[in-house]
């Protein structure tokens, strides 16, 4: 019985890995059609609007000028939504710079000092990067959403075979107990998504905070070197 449970748990794990890499290979495939697609036709976009300009009276340039500025707040927005899909600083450059982009990002947005502590130490598994990115963002959203954090505190460690990350917030904290587990349990998908993407690296996540004292995530998976 114990044989089979252990058997079907294994299966389970393969299977949302599977999921998790199929979701991770659509949000590469839309962000590069968001960049590359979008952007040619905002670029024609551009162009033609340049061809209006040279034919229209001095006192229609004004609305034009407008457009055009339009266009490029449609472009930028573009540029931004396929980057968070899929940051291509994270395949070539790797988990650290990419983290320090996304930590900039929010801290700019949300006016929220964010440090980073520590490193990863060099260029991880593929896997082990794109979900310690993404636990990184849940954490930060979660962070700047729920916790009207003054200050977050991110802190990446390599040791004895393992990534270790900690994200902590000095927000209105919250009682996890009650959320993820009680009957009443309604947490959101986040904090289930993160904990999806370690099982299927075998990996850990514990939670501690309580109402008022801030919330610190710690994260820790098992490292295989990259492939
Ligand atoms: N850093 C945090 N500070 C305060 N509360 C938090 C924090 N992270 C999560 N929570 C609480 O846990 C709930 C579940 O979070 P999550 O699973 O990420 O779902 P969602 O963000 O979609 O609500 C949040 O709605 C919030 O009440
Ligand atoms: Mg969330």
């Known amino acids: 019985m114990a044989e089979r449970l252990r058997v079907h748990r294994n299966q389970l794990r393969i299977l949302s890995a599977r999921c998790l890499h199929a979701r991770e290979e659509e949000a590469k495939r839309i962000a590069h059609l968001l960049h590359d697609e979008a952007g040619q036709i905002t670029a024609a976009g551009h162009l033609a609007l340049e061809e209006i300009g040279r034919q229209l009276p001095a006192s229609g340039r004004d609305r034009l000028k407008q457009l055009k500025t339009l266009l490029g707040e449609v472009e930028e927005r573009l540029r931004q939504l396929s980057h968070e899909l899929r940051p291509t600083v994270l395949d070539d450059l790797g988990l650290d710079p990419a983290i320090e982009f996304l930590a900039a990002g929010f801290s700019a947005r949300a006016r929220v000092p964010i440090a980073i502590?520590?490193?990863?130490?060099?260029?991880?598994?593929?896997?082990?990067?794109?979900?310690?990115?993404?636990?990184?963002?849940?954490?930060?959203?979660?962070?700047?959403?729920?916790?009207?954090?003054?200050?977050?505190?991110?802190?990446?460690?390599?040791?004895?075979?393992?990534?270790?990350?900690?994200?902590?917030?000095?927000?209105?904290?919250?009682?996890?107990?009650?959320?993820?587990?009680?009957?009443?349990?309604?947490?959101?998908?986040?904090?289930?998504?993160?904990?999806?993407?370690?099982?299927?690296?075998?990996?850990?996540?514990?939670?501690?905070?309580?109402?008022?004292?801030?919330?610190?995530?710690?994260?820790?998976?098992?490292?295989?070197?990259?492939?």
């Open 117 to 227: 502590k520590g490193s990863t130490g060099g260029r991880l598994d593929p896997l082990i990067e794109t979900a310690m990115y993404r636990i990184v963002h849940e954490a930060l959203t979660n962070a700047i959403r729920h916790a009207r954090a003054r200050r977050v505190r991110i802190q990446i460690r390599r040791g004895r075979g393992r990534l270790c990350c900690s994200i902590r917030d000095d927000g209105v904290g919250f009682d996890c107990d009650r959320l993820l587990s009680g009957p009443g349990r309604k947490g959101g998908l986040g904090l289930l998504g993160i904990r999806e993407r370690l099982d299927a690296l075998g990996g850990r996540l514990q939670i501690r905070s309580s109402p008022g004292h801030g919330t610190e995530l710690q994260v820790a998976v098992p490292l295989r070197r990259r492939q």
